[in-house]
Nanobody
């Protein structure tokens, strides 16, 4: 059983900040949270921030300089610090995890957390 749980969403005014958290856990799996995605109403899910295979953070152009992805390896938790939020950042934010077992990789998604940026 694998669980991927996001938290930290909410309603914030333009220019405000939020920090999202994503914790992954499961028995008999090696699990890594690899990135954050978002999906606005009527839009496709898009990449927001991720860790490359070398562990380097990578960001979508629209959030570069405003969002920061970080991880706590001891807790297997990944964070997304979002500053200077804009109305166009409004979306459901999902984290993506990769589970590995016996040489096979599996993709897992959390249930999503709503971020609404509005005055």
């Amino acid at each position: 059983q694998v669980q991927v749980v996001e938290s930290g969403g909410g309603l914030v005014q333009p220019g405000g900040s939020l920090r999202l958290s994503c914790a992954a856990s499961g028995s008999m799996f090696s699990i890594d949270v690899v990135g954050w995605y978002r999906q606005a109403p009527g839009e496709q899910r898009e990449l927001v921030a991720r860790f490359t295979s070398s562990g380097t953070p990578s960001y979508a152009d629209s959030v570069t300089g405003r969002f920061t992805i970080s991880r706590d390896n001891a807790e297997n938790t990944v964070y997304l610090q979002m500053n200077n939020l804009k109305p166009e950042d409004t979306a459901v934010y999902y984290c993506k995890a990769i589970g590995r077992r016996l040489g096979t990789s599996y993709v897992y998604w959390g249930q999503g957390t709503q971020v609404t940026v509005s005055s």
